[in-house]
């Protein structure tokens, strides 16, 4: 099925380590976004990309890096992992023009806990 | 700054009523889109219902109604005939037009439906 498909699902971490939360898309979207949801903060934005080659900064960058070498794939690295940063991750993308512009697809989620 | 405040961290309603979920914003952007995004236990994130800027009429999705008051900055969310299935948490969003890919989201309204 054509969407948005986020590895891992669930991940365990131990302070100070690092890994990568992989995000791709196969809509030939332009737009691609990587937040985190936390028990009453609702979704936050951490990085977005508006096309291959280019990222900013959104609510919550600090403790993170994206990469968007094509226009696929948006990867989310946790170079030092934090319990502060256990949550919920959410990749999305958006198409361009019409109705497609206006829709975002969510992936599943990616449960990362810190410990 | 681009922020979207929800007010009301849980609503309720009775089967067959109508509610209606408040949400204000602040952007820069001269130009924006608003949305309400649903999202069930799944944790699935589901576009309700999408409003532009520079539309001053309402939008509507069946059941779904938005009152948009552009000069209040408020885009509020009105449920109608409220179904067993509408529980969920429901998200504000605003997004630039023009160029902006930064979709900012509310902290999230729990609303229960009660049968």
């Known amino acids: 099925n054509a969407g948005v498909t986020q590895t891992p699902k669930f991940q365990v971490l131990k302070t100070g380590q690092s890994m990568t939360l992989q995000c791709a898309q196969d809509m030939n979207h332009n737009s691609m976004y990587w937040y985190r949801q936390d028990p009453g903060m609702g979704l936050r934005l951490i990085y977005y990309s508006a096309s291959e080659g280019t990222t900013d900064k959104g609510e919550v960058p600090n403790g993170y890096n994206v990469s968007r070498l094509n226009k696929r794939e948006f990867s989310l690295r946790l170079e030092s992992a934090a319990p502060s940063q256990t949550s919920v991750y959410f990749c999305a993308s958006r198409g361009t023009g019409?109705?497609?512009g206006n829709t975002i697809y969510f992936g599943e989620g990616s449960w990362l806990t810190v410990v | 700054a681009q922020t979207v405040t929800q007010s009301q961290p849980e609503m309720s309603v009775q089967e067959a009523e109508t509610v209606t979920l408040s949400c204000t914003y602040d952007t820069s952007e001269s130009d924006y889109y608003l949305f309400w995004?649903?999202?069930?236990?799944?944790r699935q994130m589901i576009l309700v219902i999408r409003q532009e800027a520079y539309k001053q009429q309402n939008a509507t999705e069946n059941r779904f109604s938005v009152n948009f008051q552009k000069a209040a900055k408020s885009f509020s969310l009105k449920i109608?005939?409220?179904q067993l299935g509408d529980a969920a948490m429901y998200f504000c969003a605003n997004r630039g037009r023009g160029g902006s890919e930064k979709l900012v989201f509310g902290k999230?309204?729990?609303?229960?439906v009660n049968p």
């Open chain 2, 80 to 82: 109608s005939d409220s």
């Open chain 1, 98 to 100: 019409g109705v497609a």
């Open chain 2, 37 to 42: 995004y649903k999202q069930p236990p799944s």
């Open chain 2, 108 to 112: 999230g309204t729990k609303l229960t």
